[in-house]
C-alpha cells in the first residue's frame, strides 16, 4: 500500500477512516492503524485533547525507513487544513505559551515505537516503568512525557539508538521527583530539552551519547549521570537546584564544555574515578555555590578546567533561568575569529 | 442520554471524586477518561451516584458503583509488584501475570507469579534485563571497534 495522510481526533468522526477531517480515527481506531498497518512515509495528523488508552501502544514491529519515517504530528484542535500547515502545530509550554499538545493518556498502559518515527508536539502521561519506548532513529521534537507514578526508578522517555530528542521536556510529578529517569538514552541526542522534577534528567546509557543546550532544574539525583562508558558530549547545558550537576562515574573520552553549574548541593562534577582523558573548558560554577564543584576532577593543569569561571552566574528571575546584564557567564564562551 | 462535558476526554490519573455532588454525575454518559488510580479496588466515586455510563474510560482499578454500566475501555485490576512492574490481580489481588506480557516474552523473563521475587527490587525486572542487554550490547561494540582500530 502507498503511504498516506492520516487525521485523528480524541472523538473521531464520521467513518472513522482516518482519510479526512470529517472521518478522522478516534483513539481506538489510530491504535489499530498504528499497530497493525502503520507502514514506511505515513503521517497521522492527531488534533489538540485528551486520548485515554485502555491497552498498551505496540508499534515496536511497526517501523518506518529511513527515507519513509511515520510521522505522528500533533496539531490545534479545530485544525480543518488537509494537510494542516506550519501554524496548525500544536505548541508546548516552553516558552510560556498555551500548551495545546494532544495528550496520550497512558496510566499503567506501554507505549512502544518501532524504528524510524517522527514524534512532533505530542505529549503523554505515563505510569508504566519504562514507557515512551523508541526503536532506531526516531525524531522526538516538542514532546513532553511526564511519569506520574510515586513509584521510584520509573522511566518518562527511552531513547533508542540514533534518536533524537528536539526541545522536549520530561518529569515527574512535580515536587515528588521520584522519577528515576527522565530521558533514559541509548547512543542518541537531546537537543534543547528540559528535565525537571524526577531522580536523574538524562542517564547516559550508551556511547557517544549527546546532550546539548538543555536545562535540568529539581533533581534529586542529578542532572546528567554517565554511566560507564565513553565518548559522551556534554555542552551548554544548565544545571540548576540538582543535588549533583553532572556524575561522571568513570566515563571516558567526554566533552564536558560551557555547562553552567548554579546550586548543586553535594556537588557540581563527580567522576569516582578521576579520568583525565576527558576534556573540560569553560564550564561555569564553584565550590561556594554548588559545594564541591570538582569532586574527582583534576585541578592541575593540563585536565582541569582552564577557564572555569565562578561567581553567582544572576539569573534575572524571570524564572527561564536567563542572565542578567553583568553575569560572568555572559560572553564566557568560545570568541571565535573567523576569517579576518 | 448526553455527554458529561465535565468529565468526558479528561485525565484523572490518581484523583478521586468523592466529596463531588451525586448530580454532577447522574444520568449521563462519560466518555474517553481515564481514572486510574494505583490502589486496586478504589472508591473514586460519590456514593450513590446513578444511571452513568463510562464509555472507553480507562477504570483500571476503580470499583464501578453498582447503578452505572461500562462500556468498552478497561477495569482491571493492576499493581505493581516486587519485581517492580504492573501486574494483572485476580479477584483476592493475587498476581497473574504482567500486564505488559509481551514484553516479558521478548525480554525471556518468565510470566508465572511463582517467580516473582520475594523482596522488592529497586530496579524493575524489565529495566534490569535491558541493562544487561545493553551493556552486552556496548561491550560488543567496543570490541568491533577496537578491532577496526587503525592500529
Given amino acids: 500500500m502507498a503511504a498516506a495522510t492520516m487525521y485523528v481526533t480524541p472523538a473521531g468522526a464520521g467513518a472513522k477512516t482516518g482519510a479526512t477531517w470529517a472521518a478522522a480515527m478516534g483513539e481506538a481506531e489510530f491504535e489499530a492503524d498504528l499497530e497493525a498497518g502503520a507502514e514506511a512515509g505515513d503521517i497521522y495528523y492527531v488534533a489538540g485533547g485528551n486520548y485515554t488508552l485502555d491497552s498498551a501502544y505496540d508499534a515496536s514491529a511497526r517501523d518506518g525507513t529511513a527515507i519513509g519515517p511515520i510521522s505522528i504530528i500533533g496539531v490545534k484542535t479545530g485544525t480543518s487544513a488537509e494537510p494542516p500547515v506550519w501554524a496548525d502545530w500544536a505548541d508546548g509550554n516552553m516558552e510560556g505559551g498555551a500548551d495545546d499538545r494532544p495528550v496520550f493518556v497512558c496510566a499503567a498502559n506501554a507505549v512502544a515505537f518501532g524504528d524510524y518515527y517522527k514524534l512532533f508536539n505530542i505529549s503523554f502521561t505515563t505510569t508504566v516503568s519504562s514507557t515512551v519506548g523508541n526503536g532506531l532513529g526516531n525524531v522526538l521534537f516538542n514532546c513532553k512525557s511526564t511519569q506520574q507514578s510515586p513509584n521510584a526508578n520509573r522511566y518518562a522517555f527511552t531513547l533508542g539508538t540514533e534518536t533524537s530528542a528536539i526541545f522536549c521536556e520530561a518529569c515527574g510529578l512535580v515536587g515528588t521527583g521520584v522519577v528515576g529517569q527522565l530521558f533514559r538514552m541509548g547512543t542518541s541526542t537531546c537537543v534543547f530539552c528540559w528535565a525537571h522534577d524526577g531522580q536523574t534528567g538524562f542517564y547516559l546509557n550508551a556511547v557517544r551519547a549527546r546532550v546539548l543546550f538543555c536545562v535540568m532544574e529539581d533533581l534529586s539525583v542529578t542532572g546528567i549521570n554517565c554511566v560507564a562508558a565513553s565518548g559522551f558530549t556534554i555542552l551548554n547545558n544548565t544545571i540548576h537546584d540538582c543535588v549533583v550537576g553532572i556524575t561522571g562515574n568513570a566515563a571516558t573520552a567526554t566533552i564536558i564544555v560551557n555547562n553552567l553549574l548554579e546550586g548543586c548541593t553535594t556537588d557540581g562534577i563527580i567522576f569516582s574515578t578521576q579520568t583525565d582523558g576527558n576534556f573540560f573548558w569553560k564550564n561555569h560554577g564553584d565550590d561556594a555555590r554548588n559545594n564541591d564543584m570538582w569532586d574527582g576532577v583534576a585541578t592541575t593543569m593540563p585536565h582541569m578546567d582552564a577557564e572555569v569561571s565562578t561567581g553567582d552566574p544572576l539569573f534575572d528571575g524571570d524564572g527561564n533561568l536567563s542572565l542578567a546584564a553583568g553575569s560572568p557567564c555572559i560572553n564566557n564562551a568560545l570568541a571565535a575569529i573567523l576569517g579576518t | ?151
Avoid at chain 2, 54 to 71: A, G, H, M, S, Y
Fill in chain 2, 1 to 151: 442520554m448526553a455527554m458529561n462535558e465535565k468529565y468526558s476526554y479528561k485525565d484523572f490519573t490518581y484523583k478521586t471524586f468523592l466529596d463531588t455532588k451525586p448530580e454532577e454525575w447522574n444520568d449521563s454518559e462519560v466518555i474517553c477518561s481515564c481514572f486510574y488510580n494505583e490502589k486496586p479496588k478504589s472508591d473514586s466515586f460519590p456514593a450513590g451516584i446513578k444511571g452513568v455510563k463510562f464509555i472507553r474510560c480507562n477504570l483500571d482499578n476503580i470499583v464501578i458503583p453498582k447503578d452505572c454500566t461500562v462500556e468498552g475501555g478497561c477495569n482491571r485490576l493492576i499493581q505493581v509488584q516486587k519485581d517492580g512492574e504492573d501486574w494483572l490481580l485476580d479477584e483476592n489481588l493475587k498476581p497473574v501475570e504482567p500486564l505488559d506480557k509481551a514484553q516479558y516474552i521478548k525480554l525471556g523473563l518468565s510470566i508465572s507469579p511463582v517467580a516473582l521475587p520475594t523482596s522488592a527490587k529497586s530496579v524493575s525486572v524489565t529495566q534490569e534485563k535491558r541493562q544487561q542487554l545493553e551493556d552486552a550490547l556496548q561491550a560488543q561494540i567496543k570490541a568491533l571497534e577496537d578491532a577496526a582500530s587503525w592500529r
